[in-house]
């Protein structure tokens, strides 16, 4: 069902969105490996998650907070894609174990590290879900950053805006080695700044 309801939403984003947003990734395509992959941008808009997919040819299972996936209007499509609903006390396990679940079986994970949309477009610090993942998943990091965002549909707008939206790519950051939350630790401590720097503005868009 999920590799029916992914094909069907890219088929829309392709027909839809592209042309609306005029969605379009600048410099070199992403370096992504063929086993799994947490895929790390910054979040600025509703329609991020989709902005991401559309510049990469892997699906992409997003992790996102579960007020945002309750909503009565948008649930049906989440579960469509299968996406990841994760929130507080046992949500929140229960949703990184299902990350961690696809990433060894070797598939691509997308999230939000920032954990919540930004209001003007700056970076918030990143939460430590992004570093349990890649220690257990034994995944690498690829960090996006995306520009136009913030106007396409903004935390408090009624409705999307046309926007010019482009997606930049930095380098894939190796996962966070060893079984150890020491490991864990190092990896969030040492590649939190690597990758907000990647993100934005480290990214070349010119």
Same mark, same amino acid.
Request: proline letters at 9%.
């Given at each position: 069902?999920?590799? !029916? #309801?992914?094909?069907?939403?890219?088929?829309?984003? %392709?027909?839809? *969105? !592209?042309? *609306?947003?005029? @969605?379009?990734?600048?410099?070199?395509?992403?370096?992504?490996?063929?086993?799994?992959?947490?895929?790390? /941008?910054?979040?600025?808009?509703?329609? =991020?998650?989709?902005?991401?997919?559309?510049?990469?040819?892997?699906? +992409?299972? &997003? *992790?996102? @907070?579960?007020?945002?996936?309750?909503?009565?209007?948008? !649930?049906?499509? &989440?579960?469509?894609? #299968?996406? +990841?609903?994760?929130?507080?006390? !046992?949500?929140?396990? =229960?949703?990184?174990?299902?990350?961690?679940?696809?990433?060894?079986?070797?598939?691509?994970?997308?999230?939000?590290?920032?954990? $919540?949309?930004?209001? =003007?477009?700056?970076?918030?610090?990143?939460?430590?879900?992004?570093?349990?993942?890649?220690?257990?998943?034994?995944?690498?990091?690829?960090?996006? #950053?995306?520009?136009?965002?913030? $106007?396409?549909?903004?935390?408090?707008?009624?409705?999307?805006?046309?926007?010019?939206? $482009?997606?930049?790519?930095?380098?894939?950051?190796?996962? /966070? %080695?060893?079984?150890? $939350?020491?490991?864990?630790?190092?990896?969030?401590? =040492?590649?939190? @700044?690597?990758?907000?720097?990647?993100?934005?503005?480290?990214?070349?868009?010119?």
């Amino acid at each position: 069902m999920y590799e !029916r #309801g992914y094909a069907a939403a890219r088929g829309a984003m %392709s027909l839809c *969105v !592209r042309p *609306v947003f005029l @969605t379009r990734r600048v410099g070199p395509y992403p370096e992504l490996p063929d086993g799994p992959v947490i895929v790390c /941008a910054n979040h600025a808009s509703y329609l =991020d998650p989709l902005f991401v997919q559309m510049v990469l040819q892997r699906r +992409i299972v &997003f *992790v996102m @907070t579960n007020d945002f996936y309750s909503r009565p209007a948008g !649930r049906w499509f &989440f579960k469509l894609v #299968g996406a +990841i609903p994760v929130g507080a006390g !046992r949500l929140a396990r =229960d949703g990184l174990e299902r990350a961690i679940h696809l990433l060894r079986q070797g598939q691509s994970v997308g999230i939000f590290p920032e954990g $919540r949309l930004s209001r =003007d477009g700056r970076l918030g610090p990143p939460g430590r879900g992004v570093a349990i993942m890649s220690r257990m998943g034994h995944a690498p990091v690829l960090p996006l #950053g995306i520009r136009g965002n913030l $106007r396409a549909w903004p935390k408090g707008a009624a409705w999307m805006r046309r926007a010019d939206v $482009r997606i930049a790519a930095g380098p894939l950051l190796g996962p /966070a %080695s060893g079984p150890t $939350r020491e490991a864990e630790r190092g990896f969030a401590r =040492d590649s939190a @700044t690597r990758l907000l720097e990647q993100i934005q503005p480290g990214v070349r868009f010119d």
